[in-house]
């Protein structure tokens, strides 16, 4: 059965410190793989996906940015965080229009 | 632009009471409607609603989809505590890999 694994499940970090969040998926290969972030209480807010390794899409303009190196990791960086990067932030991935899974989260505070 | 909105976007009632969650879009070359029950970190499918697929019933929960009205609707009877949860509402679209996420609707169900 597929799996998805994302890593660390909560992170402190000072403004303007650069940021690496990973995701990995088990069981399956060549998935449609995603970023989003939450704030608090509310919907995910869709930050890139990915349909293949080195294909990357950017649904926001932000301070982030995502790659995908091989074909079941999926990472998110940034160089220099911002305040307002704090969220949770959620991986997930699904075989085309088809549901998607979710790993269990990142919250990321930015002090 | 497209948008998905649900509400309300808080709810509290007593245990055993039925509840109802809207969720309304409007975006363009829709294909299907998801549910997703969030408790406190990887949000979990729920149902899939399509054209060929209106409504769907598992146990207590039951989703219509009303394609003329651009809607769907989450039905929970004789809710119980472990139904308290964060229960978002999202839509595909014909021909791209991505979902678009309402803002959510937090259920508190008290004993």
């Known amino acids: 059965s597929q799996t998805i694994h994302q890593w660390p499940a909560t992170l402190v970090q000072p403004v303007g410190s650069p940021l690496s969040l990973e995701c990995t998926v088990e069981?399956?290969?060549?998935?449609?793989l995603y970023w989003y972030r939450q704030a608090a209480g509310r919907g995910l807010q869709l930050l890139f996906y990915?349909?293949?390794?080195?294909?990357i899409s950017s649904e926001v303009p932000q301070n982030l940015s995502a790659s995908r190196p091989q074909d079941r990791q999926f990472i998110l960086s940034s160089k220099k965080l911002l305040l307002s990067d704090s969220g949770f932030y959620l991986c997930?991935?699904?075989?085309?229009?088809?549901?998607?899974?979710f790993g269990d989260g990142t919250r990321l505070s930015i002090l | 632009e497209d948008k998905v909105v649900q509400s309300p976007l808080s709810l509290v009632v007593h245990e055993g009471d039925t509840v109802t969650l809207n969720c309304s879009y409007e975006?363009?070359?829709?294909?299907?409607l998801l549910w997703y029950k969030q408790e406190k970190k990887a949000p979990t499918f729920l149902f899939m609603l399509?054209?060929?697929?209106i409504e769907k019933k598992s146990g207590r929960l039951s989703s219509i989809l009303d394609k003329k009205e651009l809607s769907s609707i989450l039905n929970i009877t004789a809710t119980q505590t472990g139904d308290s949860a964060i229960y978002l509402c999202?839509?595909?679209?014909?021909?791209?890999?991505?979902?678009?996420f309402g803002q959510g609707t937090r259920l508190t169900i008290n004993p």
């Open positions: 399509t054209s060929s697929g």
């Open positions: 990915s349909v293949g390794i080195g294909q």
């Open positions: 997930a991935w699904g075989p085309s229009n088809q549901p998607q899974h």
């Open positions: 975006v363009t070359n829709f294909r299907s």
């Open positions: 999202a839509v595909t679209f014909q021909g791209a890999q991505k979902l678009v």
């Open positions: 069981g399956t290969s060549n998935p449609n």
